[in-house]
C-alpha cells in the first residue's frame, strides 16, 4: 500500500481556518485520498475524500496537488469540537486494506 | 438509525486465554472490517469481509481470526492472548459495493486488557 506523512501534531486558534498538510509521493494514478478524524474516546470518523479534483463537503474542503503528490485538508473555521486526530488515508481499487498511519493531533485553542 | 455496535465494551483477560469480540454493522451494509489501535498509534487494519467472504487481511498472525454471519454481524476471535494484544478493537461497516470510495462507519471499539 502506498504511505502517507503527515506532521504529528497542528495547533490553530479558534474560528480560524486550518491547513492540514498530508504527503503521499507514492500515490498510484488509482488510488483515491480519504481523510478521517479521530475524536477522543471514539471511532474513526470519515470526513472527505477526492481523487484529483478538489472536494468540498459540509465539513471540510480537500485540495488535491496536480501532481497528487499531496493533499491538504482544510477546516474553514475550526472549533473546540474539531480537536481530534486526522488521518489521510490511501484506497486503491482493490480497497481491502486501509492504512491509517500516524495522522496529526490537531489542537484547537479557545 | 443505529450506528456499528460493538461488544463488550470492556474486557480484561489474561495470558494464554482466548476472546470474541462483535461487531453489528449498519443496516443494509454488507461488509465489516476490524482493526487494532494500540494506545498513541493510527489504528492497524487486521481483516476485511465482504458478503462473509474474507476480502483482506492485514499483517497478523494467524491467533487472529474472524468470520461473517448471514446477518453481516461478525466476530473477531483471538488465541493464546498475549500482553502485546491489549488494544482498543475497532470493527467498522460500509456498503462495499465500490471499495476505493466506499465510506468507513466505526463502532466505539472494544477495550481488551490483557494482564
Known amino acids: 500500500d502506498a504511505k502517507t506523512t503527515q506532521p504529528n501534531s497542528m495547533e490553530s486558534n479558534e474560528e480560524e481556518p486550518v491547513h492540514l498538510p498530508c504527503n503521499h509521493s507514492?500515490?498510484?494514478?488509482?488510488?483515491?485520498i480519504h481523510w478521517y478524524r479521530q475524536l477522543p474516546s471514539q471511532g474513526p470518523e470519515y470526513v472527505i475524500h477526492?481523487?484529483?479534483s478538489n472536494v468540498n463537503n459540509r465539513m471540510a474542503s480537500l485540495a488535491i496537488a496536480e501532481d497528487r503528490k499531496s493533499s491538504t485538508l482544510i477546516l474553514h473555521r475550526a472549533t473546540l469540537r474539531d480537536a481530534a486526530v486526522y488521518y489521510c488515508?490511501?484506497?486503491?481499487?482493490?480497497?481491502?486494506?486501509?492504512?491509517f498511519g500516524t495522522g496529526t493531533s490537531l489542537t484547537v485553542i479557545p | 438509525d443505529a450506528g456499528v455496535t460493538q461488544s463488550p465494551t470492556h474486557l480484561i483477560k489474561t495470558r494464554g486465554q482466548h476472546v470474541t469480540l462483535r461487531c453489528s454493522p449498519i443496516?443494509?451494509?454488507?461488509?465489516v472490517s476490524w482493526y487494532q489501535q494500540v494506545l498513541g498509534q493510527g489504528p492497524q487494519f487486521i481483516f476485511q469481509?465482504?458478503?462473509?467472504?474474507?476480502?483482506g487481511r492485514g499483517n497478523f498472525p494467524d491467533r487472529f481470526s474472524a468470520r461473517q454471519f448471514p446477518n453481516y454481524s461478525s466476530e473477531l476471535n483471538v488465541n493464546a492472548l498475549l500482553l502485546g494484544d491489549s488494544a482498543l478493537y475497532l470493527c467498522?461497516?460500509?456498503?462495499?459495493?465500490?471499495?476505493?470510495?466506499?465510506?468507513?462507519?466505526f463502532g466505539p471499539g472494544t477495550r481488551l486488557t490483557v494482564l
Open positions: 467498522a461497516s460500509s456498503l462495499g459495493l465500490f471499495f476505493f470510495t466506499d465510506t468507513q462507519y
Open positions: 507514492t500515490i498510484s494514478g488509482t488510488d483515491y
Open positions: 477526492g481523487l484529483t
Open positions: 488515508i490511501l484506497r486503491d481499487n482493490t480497497g481491502n486494506q486501509f492504512y
Open positions: 443496516s443494509g451494509h454488507k461488509s
Open positions: 469481509y465482504y458478503e462473509k467472504e474474507e476480502r
